[in-house]
């Protein structure tokens, strides 16, 4: 079902491509009696995918066809649940009107391109939704009044390893997707919660977020700052979505923390701070020490350091603030993408320990 990439990774189909073809075919069975099976849907960019049905049942007055996800080689975490979708006879006039059953959540907070209340399924995926059921009921001759209801087989427990709880999606995982097409390791998941979590934290007022690289910085800047879950943004590796987001959505002011490997690279303008994208530099660590004063042996020595801990714990036993000198380059990289924009940056340098070893 899935299709290999370029790169010899299999795409995959997103959650909101499977809810479409779940309701396409259990539409179909309500109009009908009879489920397709498989079912083909239609996508942007001419692809037309065809699911196989897990399940289906069909009720006096509701029908439900499940499929199950494939996210290709990509590591999603909703690879192999299933999707499933109840369709029932809607009020006359009504449209489209989407539920969130088990398993999928509901928008409790603003800021999110859904309304509070709403069942936590993406307004792209409810378009192709409403095109499909548009077209079996013009094919079939229905009315398109119905109710799309959308589950996802073991949901609740699988949103709490996503985003959804720290931006106010309850009770299970969101129905997502701009294209229907999941790209291995392409990482707009990740992304694209970033900016819903700077959404979020903007429409509750907080005038103070944190970009993390880890859980370990997180729990730092929460003990120093005492901020709220939802100014939290889990920024991992994706230093340049943090900020180019707040360069045209600004919130007054950000503080970035992570450890000296990965604030070392940002210090070098690295925006992408993935092991596999980019390095530490030991040359430009050793000419901040120079430029620092520091003595021609330990220039030396961090020059030659095995990692940036290493040269970290050279300068500590030396005297000499490498951690304060990363966090200020690292501060002015990032000005230096927000362009202007009102946000007031501060840069927390730290151990694996927890311990700040830097600041600006």
């Given at each position: 079902?899935?299709?290999?990439?370029?790169?010899?990774?299999?795409?995959?189909?997103?959650?909101?491509?499977?809810?479409?073809?779940?309701?396409?075919?259990?539409?179909?069975?309500?109009?009908?009696?009879?489920?397709?099976?498989?079912?083909?849907?239609?996508?942007?960019?001419?692809?037309?995918?065809?699911?196989?049905?897990?399940?289906?049942?069909?009720?006096?007055?509701?029908?439900?066809?499940?499929?199950?996800?494939?996210?290709?080689?990509?590591?999603?975490?909703?690879?192999?649940?299933?999707?499933?979708?109840?369709?029932?006879?809607?009020?006359?006039?009504?449209?489209?009107?989407?539920?969130?059953?088990?398993?999928?959540?509901?928008?409790?907070?603003?800021?999110?391109?859904?309304?509070?209340?709403?069942?936590?399924?993406?307004?792209?995926?409810?378009?192709?939704?409403?095109?499909?059921?548009?077209?079996?009921?013009?094919?079939?001759?229905?009315?398109?009044?119905?109710?799309?209801?959308?589950?996802?087989?073991?949901?609740?427990?699988?949103?709490?390893?996503?985003?959804?709880?720290?931006?106010?999606?309850?009770?299970?995982?969101?129905?997502?997707?701009?294209?229907?097409?999941?790209?291995?390791?392409?990482?707009?998941?990740w992304i694209d919660s970033i900016r819903r979590g700077i959404d979020v934290a903007r429409a509750a007022g907080h005038p103070h977020v944190a970009a993390c690289t880890g859980s370990t910085s997180e729990r730092v800047v929460v003990e120093r700052?005492?901020?709220?879950?939802?100014?939290?943004?889990?920024?991992?590796?994706?230093?340049?979505?943090?900020?180019?987001?707040?360069?045209?959505?600004?919130?007054?002011?950000?503080?970035?923390?992570?450890?000296?490997?990965?604030?070392?690279?940002?210090?070098?303008?690295?925006?992408?701070?993935?092991?596999?994208?980019?390095?530490?530099?030991?040359?430009?660590?050793?000419?901040?020490?120079?430029?620092?004063?520091?003595?021609?042996?330990?220039?030396?020595?961090?020059r030659n350091a095995n990692t940036a801990l290493d040269a970290l714990q050279q300068c500590r036993a030396a005297g000499l603030p490498l951690g304060d000198l990363v966090a200020a380059a690292a501060r002015g990289t990032a000005l230096g993408v927000?362009?202007?924009?009102?946000?007031?940056?501060?840069?927390?340098?730290?151990?694996?320990?927890?311990?700040?070893?830097?600041?600006?």
């Amino acid at each position: 079902m899935a299709t290999t990439t370029g790169t010899g990774l299999r795409s995959g189909w997103t959650t909101g491509a499977c809810a479409t073809a779940a309701t396409t075919a259990a539409y179909t069975a309500l109009l009908t009696g009879e489920f397709p099976d498989p079912v083909t849907i239609d996508l942007p960019k001419d692809r037309h995918p065809a699911f196989a049905l897990a399940t289906e049942r069909l009720d006096d007055g509701a029908a439900t066809a499940g499929v199950v996800k494939d996210a290709g080689d990509d590591p999603d975490v909703t690879h192999g649940a299933l999707v499933s979708v109840r369709v029932t006879h809607g009020v006359p006039g009504s449209g489209v009107t989407f539920r969130a059953g088990e398993g999928v959540g509901t928008v409790t907070k603003p800021g999110l391109p859904l309304a509070v209340g709403e069942p936590a399924i993406n307004p792209m995926p409810r378009q192709f939704i409403r095109e499909h059921v548009a077209a079996v009921a013009a094919r079939h001759g229905g009315t398109g009044d119905v109710v799309v209801e959308v589950s996802v087989e073991h949901g609740a427990e699988l949103a709490r390893r996503t985003w959804n709880p720290r931006l106010g999606i309850l009770g299970g995982l969101s129905i997502l997707g701009t294209t229907g097409v999941v790209v291995p390791y392409s990482c707009s998941a990740w992304i694209d919660s970033i900016r819903r979590g700077i959404d979020v934290a903007r429409a509750a007022g907080h005038p103070h977020v944190a970009a993390c690289t880890g859980s370990t910085s997180e729990r730092v800047v929460v003990e120093r700052f005492g901020l709220p879950e939802d100014a939290l943004l889990d920024m991992g590796d994706f230093a340049g979505a943090v900020l180019k987001y707040l360069g045209r959505h600004p919130v007054p002011r950000l503080t970035i923390a992570g450890g000296i490997g990965k604030l070392a690279k940002l210090a070098d303008g690295h925006l992408d701070l993935h092991s596999g994208r980019s390095q530490v530099s030991f040359a430009s660590l050793a000419d901040r020490v120079r430029e620092a004063g520091g003595a021609p042996g330990l220039v030396d020595g961090v020059r030659n350091a095995n990692t940036a801990l290493d040269a970290l714990q050279q300068c500590r036993a030396a005297g000499l603030p490498l951690g304060d000198l990363v966090a200020a380059a690292a501060r002015g990289t990032a000005l230096g993408v927000l362009r202007g924009a009102p946000v007031e940056v501060d840069v927390l340098v730290i151990d694996r320990a927890g311990t700040v070893v830097g600041q600006n």
